[in-house]
């Protein structure tokens, strides 16, 4: 029979034939003294360094030689440390960054003063004086406030609702009927007395 060796927690053994092999392979560092060995008398495994065959040889040879350090390798811990703390100062700064281009919101009016200020009900009626457009069979007319004037003298009649009630705006109405020719009068004449604006409703 033969002896048989194999790695610390591996099954799978080596035969060799004398326990000379055995003790070449740990010299030439094919296996550790904690690798197991089995001779053809023995009953179980046992290390390499506890077998009493090796025991003495194994206690000559000593702890095995370490591997040399490599002098170039460099040691990247302490630059992963700094790319991590600089990481962390970046995103704190910016976060910080951004919460001070948050735009502050206007402080909210009190109670009292939401409760007592009224909207305006119609403000456009103080800057508007009204101009109704319609037909009378084939005759146009033309109101202001419900007064008729003359279609003729339409300039005129602007010219005269602007001085008395200082209103520059106009709110025109015109009736379905109403030709085109006939409402591009009326906006003719409010712009040679100088209307600012006309309002036109839906027809």
């Known amino acids: 029979m033969s002896w048989q060796v194999r790695f610390e927690?591996?099954?799978?053994t080596v035969p060799l034939s004398a326990p000379e092999k055995v003790l070449e392979g740990l010299r030439d560092g094919d296996w550790d003294p904690s690798d197991e060995v089995k001779g053809p008398a023995d009953a179980d495994w046992q290390a390499i360094e506890d077998h009493p065959t090796f025991a003495d040889a194994v206690a000559e040879m000593g702890p095995p030689p370490k591997p040399e350090e490599d002098e170039t390798r460099l040691d990247m811990n302490p630059l992963i440390d700094v790319s991590l703390v600089l990481l962390i100062f970046f995103i704190l700064t910016t976060s910080y960054a951004s919460l001070r281009r948050v735009i502050a919101?206007?402080?909210?009016?009190?109670?009292e003063e939401t409760a007592t200020k009224k909207p305006d009900k119609n403000p456009l009626e103080d800057r508007v004086f009204r101009v109704k457009v319609t037909t009378e069979g084939e005759r146009v007319t033309v109101q202001f406030d419900?007064?008729?004037?003359?279609?003729?003298?339409?300039?005129?009649?602007i010219k005269d609702v602007m001085r008395l009630t200082g209103k520059?705006?106009?709110?025109?109405?015109?009736?379905?009927?109403?030709?085109?020719?006939?409402?591009?009068?009326?906006?003719?004449?409010?712009?040679?007395?100088?209307?600012?604006?006309i309002h036109m409703s839906g027809k």
Not at 9 to 12: D, H, L, S, T, V
């Open 9 to 12: 927690g591996i099954p799978e």
């Open 105 to 111: 919101l206007p402080p909210a009016p009190p109670p």
């Open 168 to 197: 520059r705006e106009m709110y025109l109405t015109v009736s379905d009927d109403v030709y085109w020719e006939d409402e591009a009068k009326v906006h003719d004449a409010a712009k040679g007395a100088g209307v600012h604006q």
């Open 146 to 157: 419900g007064t008729a004037v003359d279609p003729a003298k339409l300039t005129e009649a």
